[in-house]
């Protein structure tokens, strides 16, 4: 048995990854295509759609849009439907789309903390129940789990969020664990602070110009000692899109300069 560098190409797969205009979801959509999958994504409006469809454009890239709401699970039965009709069976399935509300729980209304939940951990339960049926006929499948640093550990105002990513994590573990026998993996990754629009409150310039003191905290609390870009996501989303990963399943992959490996700096 010898070791291809073939293993990581994925000419032939349909990747879909949810919520994929920009940000994350952009940057791992790209690295999937360069690898050789056909991208689909989708998003909640059509206006957003065409913003994807041109983003993918100006990357030379040919991708599928639909709008679905990931927490709708008619919606949801309905696009991939209609994917496996007009591009093929999905062969990857990134779980992408998530949003985040900073509150300091005891002001957080239920109604809040139920909607972080739908869409961080009900909405990749609803999408992988879509795409698992297909994937088990094919017997092989990939699904991955956008994590976080909050599958992990807490902090102020975003209990709802750690709540969701830890939920996702798990259930990353329990789709692995119940589907494995039929050659899906399913994984996830945990990105570190990853500069995109989400963390952009946390990185704005102070009114005396000075720099967010988030943003000095978690450069402090970073062995890499910088902010993640999207594109850091590009090479473990191959991997694990791909079959040079067929014996890893249920697995967390941190990429975060370092930080849960770090007590960090001493004052
Ligand atoms: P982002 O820039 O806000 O992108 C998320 C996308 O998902 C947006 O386009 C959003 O649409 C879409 N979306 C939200 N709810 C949706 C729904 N119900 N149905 C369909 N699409 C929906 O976020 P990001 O920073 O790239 O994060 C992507 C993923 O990585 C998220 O799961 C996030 O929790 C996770 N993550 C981010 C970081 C970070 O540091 N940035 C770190 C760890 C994990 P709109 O454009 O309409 O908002
Ligand atoms: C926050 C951040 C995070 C990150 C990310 C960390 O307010 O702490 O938004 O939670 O986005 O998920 O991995």
């Known amino acids: ?30 690295s999937l295509a360069k690898a050789g999958a056909t991208i689909v994504f989708n998003n909640l409006n059509q206006e957003s759609v065409n913003q994807g469809l041109a983003n993918y454009e100006k990357e030379g890239i040919k991708a599928h849009g639909y709008v679905c709401d990931v927490t709708d699970e008619e919606a949801v039965k309905k696009m991939v439907a209609q994917i496996k009709e007009e591009v093929g069976v999905i062969d990857i399935l990134v779980n992408n789309a998530g949003i985040i509300k900073r509150i300091p729980m005891i002001e957080m209304e239920a109604k809040d903390f139920r909607q972080v939940i739908d869409v961080d951990l009900n909405a990749p339960f609803i999408m992988s129940k879509a795409v698992l049926p297909d994937m088990i006929e094919k017997g092989a499948g990939k ?4 994590c976080s640093m909050m599958s992990e550990l ?11 990513k830890g939920g996702l994590k798990m259930l990353t573990k329990n789709i692995a664990s119940e589907y494995g026998q039929y050659n899906i993996q399913c994984n996830g990754i945990g990105p570190g602070y990853i500069a995109t629009p989400q963390t952009a409150p946390l990185r704005e310039l102070q009114e005396n110009g000075e720099r967010h003191p988030f943003d000095q905290f978690i450069v402090g609390r970073t062995p890499a000692a910088r902010w993640g870009t999207p594109d850091d996501l590009a090479g473990p989303a ?15 992959l941190y990429v975060d300069g370092g930080i849960l490996a770090y007590i960090g700096k001493q004052p």
Do not use: C, P, Q, W
């Open 1 to 30: 048995m010898s070791f291809e560098m073939d293993k990581f190409r994925l000419d032939g797969k349909v990747a879909l990854v949810t919520g994929a205009v920009y940000g994350i979801g952009f940057e791992i959509a790209k």
């Open 143 to 146: 699904i991955i789990n956008i």
């Open 154 to 164: 807490g902090r102020e105002t975003v209990s709802a969020y750690a709540a969701a």
């Open 238 to 252: 191959v991997f694990l899109a791909s079959e040079a990963s067929d014996f890893v399943n249920g697995h967390i």
